[in-house]
């Protein structure tokens, strides 16, 4: 089977390896994003599949638009019988969804149709869930809303950041993957419609998502301090008003009264800051332009007092 694999970001090198070790799997090539400028240093740099794919040295096109004209003429050279999309960051439209005539098949980090959308993986642990998983569907014209094929559970551990989560589906998604190409290969993949009643969403993150709102209940900070390590992470300025922002990357719910935003320990582990609803225990935190290090280190090194307010 001739498969053309759309991919950009990290999740999707496994689901690529996959199919490169399938013996009865034809990647003709790869269509990732074109290389932007990253970093501080803003240096132009690839993402990570085109890097895998250009160290396989496997062919890579990179449209900025891939339904305008010259990128559907490229793909469609190439005589794909099945595209498969992990990851890639871009809509197809009908022209190229109807190109393979196996269709266009996607890997979603949930268990659809919940948190549809950019990051299901963060918005399932900062909203409190505990189970989440992979799916794999035929791409519509809907966002996430395709027929399902097939989907596999998994448990989101108490000690889950996003970064974790992540890799652990990357993984699972991948296996899942080559389950269901091997299914379309046969003639015996299932198609499952999706229940738009159940749908939810899970839009794609932005820097201000991780700003603390010390008004939440600890239990809330705590899985939005799991949920976006690595990215956006979790951050407050220290004392509030002073322009010093601390990102908090690991923290511990108790018990502890006082007004939102309040330091009201300072002994232990680390800075003991009030919510609305409990207390959140700062384990371990990053200030700018610093490294990571124990709550309780930040204390000493940052004169921290009990009555402070937290920003």
Known sequence: MRILFMGSAAFACPSL?????????????????????????????????????????????????????????????LRPELIVVVAYGQILRKALRDMPRFGCINVHASLLP??????????????????????????NAGMDAGDIILQREAAIEAADTGGSLHDRLAQSGAELLSATVDAIRKGAAPRTAQDEAEATYAPKLKKSDGRIDWGLR????????????????????????????????????????????????IDGEGPLVQTGNGALRLLEVQPDGRKPMSGSAFVRGHAVRVGERVG
């Open 17 to 77: 390896d996959v199919l490169l070790a399938d013996p009865a799997a034809d990647v003709v090539g790869v269509v990732s994003q074109p290389d932007r400028p990253k970093g501080r240093s803003l240096g132009v740099t690839a993402c990570p599949v085109k890097g895998q794919a250009d160290r396989r040295g496997i062919p890579v096109l990179t449209p900025e638009r891939v339904n305008d004209a010259d990128s559907l003429a490229q793909i469609e050279a």
């Open 114 to 139: 919940r948190y549809r959308g950019a990051a299901p993986i963060q918005w399932a642990i900062a909203r409190g869930e505990r189970v989440t998983g992979v799916s794999t569907m035929f791409l």
């Open 218 to 265: 600890a239990v809330g900070l705590h899985d939005r301090v799991r949920a976006f390590n690595p990215w956006p992470g979790c951050v407050c300025e220290v004392p509030a008003g002073a322009g010093h922002f601390l990102k908090v990357l690991r923290a511990r719910v108790e018990s502890g009264s006082g007004r939102p935003g309040m330091v009201i320990d």
